[in-house]
């Protein structure tokens, strides 16, 4: 049996005049590809499409790939609205990127004084410039390390233009960040104090890192869908990978003593929040205890017991 959708704009006009018709037990994936084969300037990843809104909301649920057209109660005739996601690149090639750039922007501070600071003689290195290019070093090899490793993407693609945004966040506020710290007149806060507050920075990478294992592991091969994350920091935080990251930076800010650091600190974390707040509703949402769900355990969002 068959079924025929209409495929509309946001604006309402059609963009099929004759509709897809497509198997009624078809999936997502089908009905991206037979999009495709109609309107080839759309590829999959460009696409995204949503049921009607429910009264009162403003857009409707986005169909997802791993699902049936039944699964959304669609049916002949039923109305589907289309919307172009632009140019797309892979998440990894992002993440790649956005990454290798704070690695080998704040060395060339730390390495070339002469160029970078004209005019001012570049005395030696003390331990907590030493130190502090040791930690930054470390954090994004194994952001790097992760990509290629650990993490799993839930999209494969993402808007080429976040490429772009992405890369001159990170690369912008490397060298923001390494200018001050390795600047000529730093002066250096207490020896003892830097190297017990990068202690415990490492101490947040590694938790960081345990979080995003956990992460990683939640959804064995060949399942799909959202699993409530349990252990280790899971069992009290929905995003404790967020705090281990926010808190290893707090502590290199406090080991660096720079404002700069501090204002690197503060807007990641402001990003963060944001994911964070969304994350925790969406799983509240999904397990919400009713028709035999589960129910979201009461958890602090991110930094208890503060948020």
Request: aromatic share 14%; glycine share 6%; net charge positive.
């Amino acid at each position: 049996m068959a079924v025929k959708l209409q495929i509309k704009s946001r604006s309402g006009r059609d963009i099929l005049p004759d509709g897809l018709l497509l198997p009624s037990n078809a999936t997502v994936e089908e009905l991206r590809a037979r999009f495709a084969e109609l309107k080839p300037k759309y590829p999959p990843s460009r696409q995204r499409f949503t049921l009607p809104p429910r009264e009162g909301a403003r857009s409707g649920e986005a169909l997802a790939n791993g699902k049936r057209l039944s699964d959304y109660g669609l049916a002949d005739g039923s109305v589907l609205y289309f919307k172009d996601l632009g140019p797309q690149i892979g998440y990894a090639t992002v993440f790649f990127w956005e990454y290798l750039g704070p690695l080998l922007v704040y060395p060339l501070f730390y390495l070339a004084p002469r160029l970078l600071y004209p005019g001012l003689k570049a005395p030696e290195k003390s331990v907590v410039q030493n130190l502090a290019l040791a930690y930054w070093s470390f954090h994004y090899v194994k952001r790097l390390l992760e990509t290629a490793f650990v993490h799993k993407f839930s999209h494969a693609t993402m808007p080429v233009f976040n490429l772009l945004k992405n890369c001159a966040y990170y690369w912008m506020f490397a060298a923001y960040v390494a200018y001050f710290v390795n600047h000529p007149l730093y002066t250096p806060p207490p020896t003892r104090r830097a190297v017990i507050a990068l202690a415990a920075a490492m101490l947040c990478q590694f938790a960081n890192f345990r979080c995003h294992v956990i992460l990683a592991n939640l959804r064995p091969a060949g399942t799909k869908g959202y699993v409530v994350p349990r252990g280790f920091l899971f069992n009290f935080i929905t995003c404790p990978n967020y705090t281990a990251e926010i808190l290893g930076w707090v502590c290199f800010t406090v080991a660096t003593q720079t404002a700069a650091a501090g204002l690197f600190t503060l807007v990641g974390a402001a990003q963060m929040a944001q994911w964070a707040i969304g994350k925790h509703a969406r799983l509240r949402k999904t397990f919400d205890g009713q028709e035999g769900r589960e129910k979201y355990p009461r958890r602090w969002i991110m930094l208890p017991p503060f948020f």
